[in-house]
């Protein structure tokens, strides 16, 4: 498989100026992966160091951060040499180290010549702890799950994939079925690497179903082995309320849809967990649509996503066949899957900053607003080709945006301020950039 980070990862091998560079993202998005792939692109050489496996290797870094010496311990460990420039250093579940994290800086400041990758499952929550972080001496680059376009690169449609990534509307609305059809399968497969090699090579939804239980099943497990004890089943229960909170017409999220009487002071420490986790996205509303949006975020007020729009059908315990036909029962559910796929190809890309908008009094609401330059862009999300907008005009008569983007089955076209983007097409039209003053 291809995956996208791997060019970034080969420019930041590339930069004499590097720093180390740490992975940060959820288990089983492929940070293992991606790490290996890129030392057997560009180095001569891979050691690789997983302290979760290798625990007493933390020792090395407990008392001094000597770096000839840690270098000698773990060319002794490895049975391998670690040339400068020429050797790749992997540290994989660096928090199960602190002390490998604080080193960091001491390899940036003493022995910039070595090239070092770390990642980490529970980083982020590892970083909440007493660990002695290298502000300002680690690069970071953050890995999600495969977007929609890895997905189709990985099960062979490379020719759709090109048609869609340059923008051939003509093309693209002669094959709209079959685009219609790979979303769907997304939808039901998601991103996680395992799952896309699995369904790639088999085209077996049970044994995609299977791997994403599994992979809840590891989340789970985490809950229970890694966060405080008294946090345990706040987790799981914020963890398990999630599929209902999408499920809502409005999708913010409800503290009193986790359980009656529940307040968000009793369940910060959780949210936060899940967050640093990188198992759920947060997308906070704003006021109103103004420069930065970070400006007018309202921190009380959000949406909570998964991951992986996959995991989220996974969770739900969907049948494939019922997402794959359209069942009208699966209506409703329809438009929490499809909501779910544009937070997560619009997270995935880490290029705007992402909200949505809401009226004061609940009336109107755009599903995500994006940052792009000096204008703010609403993005409507329709999982079928119902096109009826009441949202998106109030907000336009509101606030008088240049443009906004209307994202469904239906083909592309500009209607006045309005641009109708295919939900296959999506991220291509945001990668490729478009004209906020005129589509």
């Known amino acids: 498989m291809k995956r996208s980070l791997l060019p970034e990862l080969i420019r930041w ?94 390899f940036y400041e003493d022995a910039p010549e070595y090239c070092i990758i770390a990642a980490g499952s529970l980083l982020g929550v590892a970083l909440h702890r007493s660990v002695s972080f290298p502000v300002g001496k680690v690069d970071f680059m953050d890995v999600y799950p495969m977007s ?36 769907r399968q997304y939808y039901i497969v998601g991103g996680m690497p395992e799952a ?65 009487g529940a307040r968000a002071k009793d369940f910060e420490m959780a949210l936060a967990w899940l967050t640093d986790c990188g198992q759920v996205q947060k997308i906070h509303r704003v006021s109103k649509p103004g420069l930065p949006l970070q400006a007018y975020e309202d921190v009380t007020a959000f949406k909570l996503f998964l991951l992986d729009v996959g995991l989220l059908a ?44 809401s009226a004061d009094r609940g009336t109107s609401e755009v599903d995500f607003l994006l940052q792009i330059d000096d204008n703010i862009v609403p993005v409507e999300v329709k999982a079928e080709e119902n096109l009826k907008s009441k949202s998106l005009k109030a907000y336009h008569d509101k606030f008088s945006s240049n443009v906004a983007i209307r994202t469904s089955l239906s083909d592309y076209r500009k209607d006045g301020w309005m641009v109708n983007v295919p939900l296959y097409a999506f991220c291509a039209f945001l990668e490729n950039g478009f004209n906020v003053n005129g589509g």
Request: hydrophobic share 40%; net charge positive; with cysteine.
């Open 13 to 106: 091998k590339e930069n004499p100026d590097r720093k180390p560079l740490i992975l940060r993202g959820a288990r089983q998005t492929g940070k293992t992966w991606l790490m290996n792939a890129l030392g057997s692109k560009a180095f001569e050489e891979t050691v690789y160091i997983n302290f979760e496996r290798s625990r007493n290797l933390a020792e090395l870094f407990t008392d001094s951060f000597d770096i000839p010496s840690i270098i000698q311990a773990l060319q002794v460990h490895s049975g391998k040499r670690i040339h400068p420039h020429t050797t790749l250093l992997i540290f994989d579940e660096i928090q199960e180290a602190p002390g490998a994290i604080t080193a960091l800086k001491y």
């Open 148 to 183: 929609f376009y890895e997905f189709l690169d990985a099960v062979g449609e490379h020719e759709m994939l090109e048609i869609v990534q340059n923008q051939n509307w003509n093309l693209i609305s002669v094959f709209r079925n079959k685009l219609t059809e790979r979303l």
């Open 196 to 260: 896309v090699a699995a369904f790639a090579k088999s085209a077996d939804y049970g044994k995609v179903r299977k791997i994403q239980k599994n992979i809840l099943e590891a989340y789970e497990l985490d809950f229970s082995k890694h966060a405080p004890s008294n946090d345990i089943p706040r987790l799981r229960m914020v963890w398990n309320s999630i599929p209902g909170q999408l499920a809502k017409e409005k999708r913010k999220f409800v503290y009193s849809h986790i359980k009656e």
């Open 314 to 357: 996974a969770m739900t315990n969907l049948s494939p066949k019922v997402i794959l036909d359209g069942d009208k029962v699966f209506t409703e559910f329809k438009g929490a899957l499809t909501e779910q796929f544009v937070c997560q190809q619009l997270v995935s890309q880490n290029t705007y900053p992402v909200y949505y908008w």
